[in-house]
């Protein structure tokens, strides 16, 4: 066995990884042969496939034209008896809904063409059909791809020609390690180009994904007033937006010292061109900033008297009053009320003197004079789940026995028709004394609803946490962006989540109930990271399989050839570590939902970033150890010893350690690139979904999705010195994600729910610890190398990456809390305009009273459950009567009955087409 102390103390070795473990450059150049022209398959292959079942491929031509969110219907007693709802409750409760409908961009319907059309899909477009969370990723990925475009010259034109004429670069046969930083010898001054590069890298990644963060702040901005136009976007940049804001700021001092006044009514510049241009309300955006700037100031140089004249002239011919919008201008308006979420507030640890709801409008309405619409005191509602839990048993077990016994479950109450089974009360008729099994659950299940409707008159107990919605997007901003103290102590106040997203059942914890599971939770992932590491070493152990033979007295020659052994050692490691580490999310989330988060947008920003760091650690500083730890081993005993012996030497283990296995996160990159994202163009977790019956399949992950492609991001970063090549994989990886993800999100999959303007600060804040792993990791290769001077160089590169991306999350975080005022402002005028036919303090916004009134209730408190003797049970079996006398005439009217039945199931199959969502479009 090679003795692995010396080898670790002889740091100026470049070939500590060189030996069995790490990649090959012949092993590399295999693996190109082999991946390009499967994903250029992968991708021809589906062309074929799209072509001749467009409908099956995009998801959305099948859904088009559905409304994705149904108003509540009445419950069916004769053909879907399958739920609780449809026979022994009716809900009561209606959200505010603004009916939406799946649609999808038009994209060629040819072979290649369609490729074409979504690469140049613009971000206006994108975001109409496929949802903010979606454009978010979008901006992000072309943020990474316009990162490894700029750094390629760079990386090709100077680092590869000092890497590849050093002087050590001619003492290795290895292509790929001669343009490598590892061809650099010790206290080499080429290791100054290193360094530059180095900053270059970094001050790049750092600009565009500062761009990438102004244009999200810019979107979510609309985003959180419900406007859904974001025209120019792309066009969107540090230069063009500062002189954005100076327009806008001038228009606005302008509209302020001179309104007009017009038909007895106030109408300020904004309104007209809300009514020029219906099409696109005035909003923030550069088009329509610049175009109101523009007309100012052809008009600044004239007299005041001049202007109000002239403007009153035109104004006469184009303006109009508040009640006379234009049709497409109220139509516009009137598609783009914001959601009731918009204009609510979620309160958590709640003070016992303000759960009660009088006593907390009265203080609201204190602060926010007649804008408080609805105060809501969430109850505790955990003894009325217990008794719908028992309600159901009751229920589900009665459907049981219809099927079973073939009874009409409408004939419930009359006993006359209903057959006698005796059997036992428990264990599905094994266990318990011999009843008449429909008249137990009958009389149980009635007992139980009048319990439950016997706790609900009484009253519940209040938890800590309030929802209070205002009449107006201005003091709900106001109302989250200023705090509210009573002395050193501020009401935990925070943007509601809507109200189909939240966890009920966790709004009664406060945040000291909590601090338990928070702590748990952090071991539980301490030990994750730690013993799931051990699998994935074992993974990482199969690159070697020459060892694993040799363990078992076998020779590796007599099994497989070379070129199999060279893909099955490149390759194989790659695709189960990346299957195995799919795991990884489902035990994430479960951890997350122990800390019982209030809704699911925030739970799954926090398994995003919990993901990234596993795949961090596990793939990054894991594979590294695993690889040193492998490498020169013959048997397992070697293993052993390898890791024993590296304890003393880790961090320098770790920066050899990664600059050395370069080409094998080359590999990791190639793989990614060219087969699992041409595989998302099929969505196999679609099906995988599918097959195992878990819910929401058409739904994107973008946990999943985000934390890959920042490993991804992180790679490219940290190795793009190390080894230039890596901006090049980089870049064709970005470019196929930005390709695939554009089109499967506007396309294929349909999102549940929006995780909001919440998921971007979290992205961010992780890929600023990316650029200090890239540059400490170079810092330490450069001690490695005796370079110190190199070293003590990158330092200020650190800290003023960690100081500016600071400042741009300080300067941004503020928007994803809450709109601004002014956008705030201008979309309270349009909606008081045209929905509240200008009273300030309308609601009408919200639809009928009753939706306001339960919007911010658990849906448990509007349940109402039938028994025999309710007036809306007999009107049900009225109207079904009805539709049993209709039907029954038409199948008269028909010649055979066999093709009735074959038309009604065609006709269900057709209503099947409805699809449950949530997005705002």
Same mark, same amino acid.
């Given at each position: 066995m090679t003795d692995t102390t010396t080898t670790l103390s002889s740091s100026s070795s470049t070939n500590t990884l060189s030996g069995k473990f790490s990649i090959s450059t012949d092993e590399f150049v295999s693996q190109l042969y082999i991946s390009i022209p499967?994903?250029?398959?992968?991708?021809?292959?589906?062309?074929?496939?799209?072509?001749?079942?467009?409908?099956?491929w995009e998801v959305r031509r099948r859904y088009a034209q559905v409304v994705v969110e149904q108003e509540e219907s009445e419950p069916d007693f004769v053909e879907n008896i399958e739920s609780e709802s449809q026979l022994f409750a009716q809900s009561t409760f209606s959200l505010p809904k603004y009916m939406t409908k799946v649609t999808y961009p038009r994209i060629s319907s040819g072979f290649l063409w369609w490729l074409w059309d979504v690469w140049s899909m613009d971000a206006q477009t994108f975001y109409k059909h496929a949802g903010f969370d979606a454009l978010v990723f979008?901006?992000?990925?072309?943020?990474?791809?316009?990162?490894?475009?700029?750094?390629?010259?760079?990386?090709?034109?100077?680092?590869?020609?000092?890497?590849?004429?050093?002087?050590?670069?001619?003492?290795?046969?290895?292509?790929?390690?001669?343009?490598?930083?590892?061809?650099?010898?010790?206290?080499?001054?080429?290791?100054?180009?290193?360094?530059?590069?180095?900053?270059?890298?970094?001050?790049?990644?750092?600009?565009y994904l500062s761009i990438a963060y102004l244009r999200i702040a810019y979107a979510a901005d609309q985003f959180l007033i419900g406007n859904y136009r974001l025209s120019?976007?792309?066009?969107?940049?540090?230069?063009?937006?500062?002189?954005?804001?100076?327009?806008?700021?001038?228009?606005?001092?302008?509209?302020?010292?001179?309104?007009?006044?017009?038909?007895?009514?106030?109408?300020?510049?904004?309104?007209?061109?809300?009514?020029?241009?219906?099409? *696109? &309300? %005035? +909003? $923030?955006?550069?088009?329509?900033?610049? /175009?109101?700037?523009?007309?100012?100031?052809? !008009?600044?140089?004239? =007299?005041?008297?001049?202007?109000?004249?002239?403007?009153?002239?035109?104004?006469?011919? *184009? &303006? %109009? +009053? $508040?009640?006379?919008?234009?049709?497409? /201008?109220?139509?516009?308006?009137?598609?783009? !009320?914001?959601?009731? =979420?918009?204009?609510?507030?979620?309160?958590?640890?709640?003070?016992?003197?303000?759960?009660?709801?009088?006593?907390?409008?009265?203080?609201?309405?204190?602060?926010?004079?007649?804008?408080?619409?609805? !105060?809501?005191?969430?109850?505790?509602?955990?003894?009325?789940?217990?008794?719908?839990?028992?309600?159901?048993?009751?229920?589900?077990?009665?459907?049981?026995?219809?099927?079973?016994?073939?009874?009409?479950?409408?004939?419930l109450y009359d006993d006359s028709k209903l057959p006698t089974i005796y059997e036992g009360s428990h264990c599905c008729g094994c266990c318990g004394e011999d009843v008449n099994v429909i008249t137990y659950h009958r009389t149980h299940r009635d007992a139980l609803v009048a319990k439950f409707r016997k706790q609900r008159a009484q009253g519940l107990a209040s938890t800590p946490t309030a929802f209070v919605t205002f009449s107006c997007l201005k003091a709900a901003s106001i109302a989250i962006s200023c705090p509210i103290r009573f002395g050193v102590s501020n009401l935990r106040i925070a943007k509601a989540p809507y109200p189909n997203d939240i966890f009920w059942e966790n709004l009664k914890y406060g945040t000291n109930e909590l601090m338990p599971n928070n702590l748990v939770v952090a071991v539980a992932m301490f030990f994750l990271l730690i013993f799931w590491s051990i699998p994935v070493a074992a993974i990482q152990g199969l690159a070697n399989l020459e060892a694993i033979f040799n363990a078992f007295d076998a020779n590796i020659d007599d099994y497989l050839n070379e070129t199999t052994v060279t893909w099955l050692q490149g390759s194989l490691t790659v695709l189960i570590l990346d299957l195995w580490l799919l795991i990884i999310p489902a035990i994430v989330t479960a951890l997350t939902r122990f800390q019982h988060k209030t809704h699911r947008g925030r739970l799954e920003t926090i398994v995003l970033v919990r993901y990234y760091d596993c795949l961090v650690f596990m793939v990054l500083l894991v594979t590294v150890i695993t690889g040193t730890t492998v490498s020169n081993a013959e048997n397992f005993a070697d293993y052993a010893e390898n890791i024993v012996s590296s304890m003393n030497a880790i961090v320098n283990l770790l920066a050899d350690g990664l600059s050395n296995m370069a080409i094998y996160f080359m590999l990791y990159v190639l793989l990614n690139t060219f087969i699992w994202l041409p595989l998302e163009l099929f969505r196999p977790s679609y099906y995988f979904a599918l097959y195992l019956s878990l819910a929401e399949p058409n739904r994107f992950r973008y946990s999943l999705h985000f934390a890959k492609t920042m490993l991804i991001l992180t790679i490219v970063l940290t190795f793009g010195v190390m080894h230039p090549i890596m901006w090049c994989l980089g870049l064709v990886y970005f470019v196929f994600a930005v390709l695939s993800f554009t089109y499967t999100l506007s396309m294929s999959w349909i999102p549940e729910f929006e995780t909001g303007a919440k998921q971007w600060p979290q992205v961010y804040g992780r890929l600023r610890f990316g650029?200090?792993?890239?540059?400490?990791?170079?810092?330490?290769?450069?001690?490695?190398?005796?370079?110190?001077?190199?070293?003590?160089?990158?330092?200020?590169?650190?800290?003023?990456?960690?100081?500016?991306?600071?400042?741009?999350?300080?300067?941004?975080?503020?928007?994803?809390?809450?709109?601004?005022?002014?956008?705030?402002?201008?979309?309270?005028?349009?909606?008081?305009?045209?929905?509240?036919?200008?009273?300030?303090?309308?609601?009408?916004?919200?639809?009928?009273?009753?939706?306001?009134?339960?919007?911010?209730?658990?849906?448990?408190?509007?349940?109402?459950?039938?028994?025999?003797?309710?007036?809306?049970?007999?009107?049900?079996?009225?109207?079904?009567?009805?539709?049993?006398?209709?039907?029954?005439?038409?199948?008269?009217?028909?010649e055979q009955e066999d093709m009735n039945v074959v038309a009604a199931d065609a006709g269900a199959a057709a209503g099947g087409d409805e699809y449950d969502s949530y997005q705002n479009a």
């Open positions: 499967i994903g250029i398959g992968l991708v021809f292959f589906y062309c074929v496939v799209r072509k001749l079942r467009p409908r099956f979008r901006i992000y990925l072309k943020a990474c791809m316009y990162i490894c475009l700029t750094s390629l010259p760079f990386a090709l034109l100077v680092l590869v020609p000092i890497y590849a004429t050093s002087h050590a670069a001619s003492n290795t046969e290895e292509g790929l390690t001669q343009i490598s930083i590892n061809s650099v010898g010790e206290q080499s001054d080429r290791l100054w180009a290193a360094v530059v590069g180095c900053y270059i890298f970094t001050l790049i990644a750092m600009y120019e976007i792309d066009n969107i940049s540090w230069f063009s937006y500062r002189k954005m804001i100076d327009n806008v700021v001038e228009l606005n001092v302008k509209i302020t010292a001179t309104p007009i006044e017009y038909g007895g009514k106030i109408i300020s510049q904004v309104q007209r061109y809300v009514v020029k241009q219906p099409s *696109e &309300l %005035l +909003s $923030d955006h550069p088009a329509s900033a610049a /175009a109101a700037a523009a007309a100012a100031a052809d !008009v600044e140089a004239k =007299d005041a008297h001049e202007v109000v004249i002239e403007e009153r002239k035109q104004e006469q011919m *184009e &303006l %109009l +009053s $508040d009640a006379e919008y234009t049709s497409d /201008a109220e139509r516009t308006i009137t598609d783009s !009320v914001p959601s009731i =979420d918009r204009y609510t507030i979620m309160i958590r640890d709640v003070p016992p003197a303000f759960r009660d709801e009088q006593a907390l409008h009265q203080f609201m309405h204190e602060l926010f004079p007649g804008k408080v619409a609805r !105060v809501t005191i969430i109850p505790n509602c955990n003894e009325l789940l217990q008794i719908r839990s028992a309600i159901r048993f009751h229920s589900k077990s009665l459907r049981s026995l219809s099927r079973k016994h073939a009874f009409d479950l409408r004939d650029f200090l792993i890239s540059i400490f990791t170079l810092v330490g290769l450069m001690a490695l190398k005796q370079a110190y001077l190199c070293a003590a160089a990158l330092l200020p590169l650190a800290g003023f990456s960690w100081y500016a991306t600071t400042t741009v999350t300080l300067n941004f975080q503020p928007v994803f809390n809450a709109p601004s005022l002014t956008s705030a402002s201008q979309k309270d005028r349009q909606i008081n305009a045209v929905i509240n036919k200008n009273d300030e303090n309308g609601i009408l916004q919200f639809g009928d009273v009753s939706n306001l009134n339960n919007a911010y209730l658990p849906p448990i408190m509007t349940v109402e459950y039938l028994v025999n003797n309710d007036v809306f049970y007999r009107q049900q079996r009225e109207q079904q009567g009805k539709k049993n006398k209709k039907s029954k005439k038409k199948n008269h009217q028909k």
